[in-house]
């Protein structure tokens, strides 16, 4: 089975508002890497978290490695924010980074 | 900073035929290359890691017949995809991953079409 599980697969945001994006995962997982994927199809670096709470601009991101989960927080959306994120997951004792299913943001004017 | 070049971008192939692609890691040494497809659909399937000095790891459904890999260097890996039919359809990603950091970063992709 899957062993990230992102939600939601979907979310439509106005301009200006704010929401999270969840990641949870079956086994243990040593980092979590968060990245947007323009129209290109080209992954953009969001955070990389080992534990704890990164912040950059209006996106924050937290890993809670004993609780098994991750998420983004995305606040005062802009229409540039459109796009699919996606969170990946590394494994424990494996290099191996696991992607969630993505989330399709659209930001609304 | 910290970059990877990846190419072809996209590369339209008749079945039957190859195509082959190959990942730069720039500004960075990298210890290891996923190599990743993402589907039409948008999920990512990992087909191998490949670490320098090691053996390279294939994920089930995907073999070293079908998608050689060849990572020489901390800079450098190329894959190709060997016959190419409609189910290899996708956009290749390689996911370089930082010694020194541990962070992936990614190529541009390189986009399969197969008529």
């Known amino acids: 089975g899957d062993q990230v599980e992102q939600s939601p697969s979907a979310l439509s945001l106005h301009e200006g508002t704010g929401s999270a994006l969840r990641c949870n995962f079956t086994?243990?997982?040593?980092?979590v890497q968060w990245f947007q994927q323009n129209s290109r199809g080209s992954l953009i670096n969001l955070f990389y978290l080992a534990s704890g709470t990164k912040e950059n601009g209006r996106l924050k991101s937290t890993f809670n490695s004993k609780e098994s989960y991750s998420t983004l927080h995305i606040r005062d959306a802009q229409l540039e924010d459109s796009g699919t994120y996606f969170c990946?997951?590394?494994?424990?004792?494996?290099?191996?980074?696991?992607f969630g299913k993505g989330t399709s943001l659209t930001v609304i004017p | 900073g910290a970059l990877v070049y990846q190419y072809p971008r996209r590369t339209i192939c008749k079945s039957g035929t190859s195509m082959r692609m190959e990942c730069q890691a720039v500004?960075?040494?990298?210890?290891?290359v996923a190599w990743y497809r993402q589907s039409p659909q948008k999920t990512f399937e990992l087909i191998a890691l490949s670490t320098v000095n090691s053996a390279i790891k294939y994920e089930q459904n995907f073999t070293q017949e079908k998608f050689p890999i060849s990572h020489p260097n901390l800079s450098f890996s190329s894959m190709t995809v060997l016959n190419a039919y409609l189910e290899d359809r996708g956009l290749y990603l390689c996911?370089?991953?930082?010694?020194?950091?541990?962070?992936?970063?990614f190529g541009e992709g390189s986009k399969l079409t197969v008529l």
């Open positions: 990946a997951a590394e494994g424990a004792g494996y290099q191996n980074f696991y």
């Open positions: 996911g370089a991953r930082d010694r020194n950091t541990g962070q992936l970063y």
């Open positions: 500004g960075f040494q990298a210890t290891s």
């Open positions: 086994t243990t997982m040593r980092a």
